[in-house]
Structures are given as C-alpha cells and as structure tokens.
C-alpha cells in the first residue's frame, strides 16, 4: 500500500500569533497557494491515488480539497488524522491573550509539560498508531492523507525511528507499506536527520 501523507498549508493561527493545535482556522491565500503547488506535484510520484482523507480541521480540509480538485477525488473525512490537542485551554488564543488570562498555564505550557485539557503524548501517539493500523486495513492500495506537523513527527518517531525536525506548510512524504515496514520513497519538505534510524 501507498500513502502519500501531505501537511496542510499555511493558516490564521499561524500569521496572527495564535496556539494552534487543536484550534480550527481557516487557510490564509499564502497557504492555499502553498497547498496548489504540492498538489501540482503529485501526478507526478508513484502510484495512482484513489481517494483523499482528511483531518476534520478546516486548514487541513482545505487543502485535501485543492488536492482532490486537482487529481480529480473525493475527500473524505478521517477523525484519526487530527492534530494532537497540545495547548489545551489555551487553544486559538493569542500569545498576549493566554499571558493575561493563564501566565502561570503558559509557564507550564513553555516547559513542555502537561496543561489542562491537552492530549498527553501517549495517548496521542497511541491515535497515531491506530491511525495508521485503520489506514492500511481500507481498500485502497494509494491514497493521500492530509494531516498537521505533529502528526507527522509522531508517525516519523513511532514507525521509522526518526526524529523530524522540521515539516513545511504544504510538505509531503510518499511512502509504501509492506509487511508492516514502511519505506520512503519521496519526501519534500521535511527535515530529518538519518542518524537515529534503525
């Protein structure tokens, strides 16, 4: 099976200094255009593609919308895909905003630790898993998922032992499934280092 994961572009969130994660904004035009030019570049990888599924979040279904009118396919909805709750209650508030309501929640959220109302690693990395096991147990043998950074990353640490780095607005990886081993065929837009592979 094949899967070409794709991130969503550019968003509100992102431009108006907000915590995204969970949050549901809008594309902004910086990031539609980001997506268009992803979306140009799949006809030409591997693999005839059958469907698109999308995260329910409005920048990700955006853009699974410009994939799916540029390779003609349905979209779909796939809840799996979401993006992890990191900010909890601070979720679509402003920097400014969150330091005058919850200054002692944003020091706890600035030390990486957990904050009221967020999804604890484990139990997000536990959806990633499953995640996948229900991807590979569909019907399709190509598809495109369109999914968040962090998403990503914890597919990158939990299946192939590689810590990302970084993943672009609009970046994409395009991977084949055998066996229960995934194998990376083409990436554009992520960064990683392969030191820490197995």
């Given at each position: 099976?094949?899967?070409?994961?794709?991130?969503?572009?550019?968003?509100?969130?992102?431009?108006?200094?907000?915590?995204?994660?969970?949050?549901?904004?809008?594309?902004?035009?910086?990031?539609?255009?980001?997506?268009?030019?992803?979306?140009?570049?799949?006809?030409?990888?591997?693999?005839?593609?059958?469907?698109?599924?999308?995260?329910?979040?409005?920048r990700?279904?955006?853009?699974?919308?410009?994939?799916?009118?540029?390779?003609?396919?349905?979209?779909?909805?796939?809840?799996?895909?979401?993006?992890?709750?990191?900010?909890?209650?601070?979720?679509?508030?402003?920097?400014?905003?969150?330091?005058?309501?919850?200054?002692?929640?944003?020091?706890t959220?600035?030390?990486?630790?957990?904050?009221?109302?967020?999804e604890?690693?484990?139990?997000?990395?536990?959806?990633?898993?499953?995640?996948?096991?229900?991807?590979?147990?569909?019907?399709?043998?190509?598809?495109?998922?369109?999914?968040?950074?962090?998403?990503?990353?914890?597919?990158?640490?939990?299946?192939?032992?590689?810590d990302?780095?970084?993943?672009?607005?609009?970046?994409?990886?395009?991977?084949?499934?055998?066996?229960?081993?995934?194998?990376i065929l083409?990436?554009?837009?992520?960064?990683?280092?392969?030191?820490?592979?197995?």
């Amino acid at each position: 099976m094949k899967i070409l994961f794709v991130r969503h572009g550019e968003s509100v969130d992102d431009v108006e200094d907000r915590y995204g994660g969970s949050a549901d904004f809008d594309l902004t035009e910086k990031g539609k255009t980001q997506v268009s030019e992803t979306a140009k570049k799949i006809p030409s990888l591997d693999g005839k593609f059958e469907i698109v599924l999308s995260s329910p979040l409005k920048r990700a279904f955006q853009s699974a919308e410009i994939i799916s009118n540029e390779l003609g396919l349905k979209v779909k909805v796939f809840e799996y895909l979401k993006e992890r709750n990191l900010n909890g209650v601070l979720t679509g508030l402003t920097r400014n905003e969150a330091r005058e309501k919850y200054p002692k929640v944003v020091e706890t959220h600035n030390r990486w630790e957990y904050v009221d109302g967020s999804e604890r690693t484990e139990d997000f990395n536990n959806r990633v898993k499953n995640a996948i096991k229900y991807l590979l147990e569909t019907k399709y043998n190509s598809l495109v998922a369109v999914t968040h950074g962090l998403f990503l990353k914890a597919f990158f640490k939990e299946f192939l032992n590689i810590d990302v780095k970084k993943v672009r607005d609009g970046g994409f990886v395009l991977l084949e499934e055998k066996h229960g081993n995934f194998m990376i065929l083409k990436k554009d837009g992520i960064e990683y280092e392969l030191t820490n592979s197995r």
